[in-house]
């Protein structure tokens, strides 16, 4: 596949905004059709209508109306995932790459922080991203191609205190997604997780905290990530090579070691301090 991506159809979860708006623009530069999924209608058509006006039709520069389809739907809100995948059905959509890139995560200590954004997390960072994969997985294993990408972070691979359950929930999609691409192995379906690093999007927006500078811009993560998708990885570091280099010591400490050198790091960023902003 390398760089050309033509004849495949992705949807991209979270592709209003940051990184997954990031991956549909990288996604349809290398041919992909996208299907663009998020709760923020005004955005995401935005985002469709810059997409076909850059990718118009071959030989008449026309904008290409299948170039990009929107579904607005929310993962995280009861019904929501059957809700998207009825449209789907619905619209004729064939999906075959699903990129489970939507996600977002409460910061600062865990008990001192509303429990509401905390649970619509788990809700949208797990059983969102298991709703699509299940259903999604099903009907690419049935026609023995296509690819799931599940996009977690290098917060998986430790406890990370100030960012305790945000940390959990890409520690699960980790495991996961390890267990499902050995369970599909011989499908023709290929599986992949992705794990950057600190990204330069709006991920702490409303509250104190802030992207540090030596944060990935999120079109070099996103092309990165589709890079090693198109060479059949298992996994991805897309980003910074250090972003890898950090996964090590947490696999190879004691985890008693690990949680505290990850909870003085985030105090060091004054994480423990986080309130929300106006």
């Known amino acids: 596949m390398g760089d050309d991506y033509r004849g495949v159809t992705a949807l991209v979860t979270g592709a209003s905004k940051g990184l997954g708006r990031a991956y549909a623009l990288e996604l349809a530069r290398r041919g992909a059709r996208v299907i663009l999924l998020a709760r923020s209608e005004g955005d995401l058509q935005e985002l469709a209508a810059q997409i076909r006006e850059r990718h118009g039709r071959p030989g008449t520069g026309a904008p290409d109306a299948s170039a990009a389809e929107v579904i607005v739907g929310d993962l995280a809100a009861p019904g929501g995932p ?3 995948l009825r449209e789907l059905r ?12 939507a996600g977002a995560g409460s910061v600062g200590p865990f008990l001192g922080r509303p429990l509401g954004p905390q649970l619509s997390s788990v809700g949208l960072n797990v059983s969102g991203l298991l709703a699509l994969t299940h259903a999604i997985g099903a009907e690419l294993v049935a026609r023995g191609s296509g690819g799931i990408i599940n996009v977690s972070s290098t917060a998986a691979f430790q406890p990370m205190p100030y960012q305790a359950s945000y940390a959990a929930t890409k520690a699960f999609v980790l495991s996961f997604t390890e267990a499902l691409a050995e369970e599909l192995r011989a499908t023709g379906v290929h599986v992949m997780a992705a794990h950057p690093g600190a990204i330069a999007t709006g991920f702490f927006d409303g509250t104190s905290a802030t992207i540090g500078p030596q944060a990935d811009p999120a079109a070099t993560v996103a092309a990165h990530t589709l890079d090693d998708y198109a060479r059949r990885r298992a996994v991805s570091y897309p980003g910074r090579a250090v972003n890898r280099l950090l996964t090590w010591p947490a696999r190879l400490l004691p985890r008693t070691v690990v949680a505290r050198v990850a909870g003085g790091f985030n105090r060091r960023l004054r994480l423990h301090e986080v309130v929300d902003s106006a």
Do not use: A, H, S, Y
Request: net charge negative; glycine share 6%.
């Open 82 to 84: 059957e809700q998207i």
């Open 90 to 101: 619905d619209r004729g959509l064939t999906v075959d790459l699903l990129l489970n890139n």
